[in-house]
C-alpha cells in the first residue's frame, strides 16, 4: 500500500449511538499526523526507526487507517502489514497483521478504537483473509485485555532474544546506528 491519492475508501461504524469517527485509508498529506502519533504510542522509539518501519509497512501490501474527529482532525490510526512469514497461530499466508493500533488520549472510550478495529477487518474482509493477527507486548495488560475484547485470541506469550554477531561474521550486513538504540 502507497500512500497516494487514488480512491480511498471510507468506512463508517456506528457503536452505541456514540459520534462515528471517520476511519479513511492514510493519504501523502497523513504522513506528518501518523508519525506525531507513532511517537505517541512508541515515544522512546528512534525517528530512524519509526522510518524504517513506515516503509516497510508501505511495501507490504498493506494498510495504514485513519481515525478523524468531526472537525477533521486525525486522532487514531491502525497499521496493518501483509506478513508473508511465520505468524504464530495462522493458517493462511500472507496473513494481515495489525501492527499498531492507536488514539489520542482525549478521544479514548468513544468507540473511535473499535471503529478502527471494524474497519481493518472490514478491510481484511473485503480482500478475502479469514484471519487478522496482531501482538502485544507482556507488559501490556490493557492492550491484551481490548485485544481479548474484541475476539482475538491468545495464541502464545514469549521473550524474543538477539544475539549481535562480530562484524566478520555479519561482514555483508549494513549497521544502522539509529536502529539500535530501542
Not at 114 to 121: C, G, I, K, P, Q
Not at 162 to 167: A, F, I, T
Amino acid at each position: 500500500m502507497a500512500l497516494s491519492p487514488t480512491a480511498v475508501p471510507q468506512f463508517h461504524v456506528r457503536h452505541n449511538n456514540m459520534p462515528v469517527p471517520r476511519i479513511r485509508q492514510a493519504q501523502p498529506d497523513d504522513k506528518g499526523f501518523w508519525l506525531h502519533l507513532r511517537r505517541s504510542l512508541w515515544p522512546h522509539c528512534s525517528d530512524g526507526k519509526h522510518d524504517l518501519e513506515m516503509g516497510q509497512l508501505l511495501k507490504s501490501g498493506g494498510v495504514v487507517l485513519v481515525a478523524e474527529d468531526g472537525q477533521g482532525k486525525v486522532i487514531g490510526f491502525a497499521e496493518v502489514s501483509l506478513r508473508r512469514d511465520h505468524v504464530d497461530g495462522a493458517s493462511i499466508s500472507p496473513v494481515p497483521y495489525l501492527e499498531a493500533w492507536f488514539v489520542e488520549a482525549a478521544f479514548r472510550k468513544q468507540g473511535v478504537g473499535r471503529s478502527l478495529m471494524d474497519a481493518v477487518e472490514k478491510w481484511a474482509t473485503s480482500r478475502g483473509y479469514t484471519e487478522l493477527a496482531s501482538d502485544a507486548e507482556l507488559e501490556n495488560a490493557r492492550g491484551i485485555r481490548l485485544h481479548k475484547r474484541l475476539g482475538f485470541a491468545e495464541i502464545d506469550r514469549n521473550v524474543t532474544f538477539l544475539k549481535r554477531l562480530s562484524s566478520r561474521t555479519a561482514r555483508n550486513v549494513e549497521h544502522d546506528p539509529t536502529l539500535a538504540s530501542d
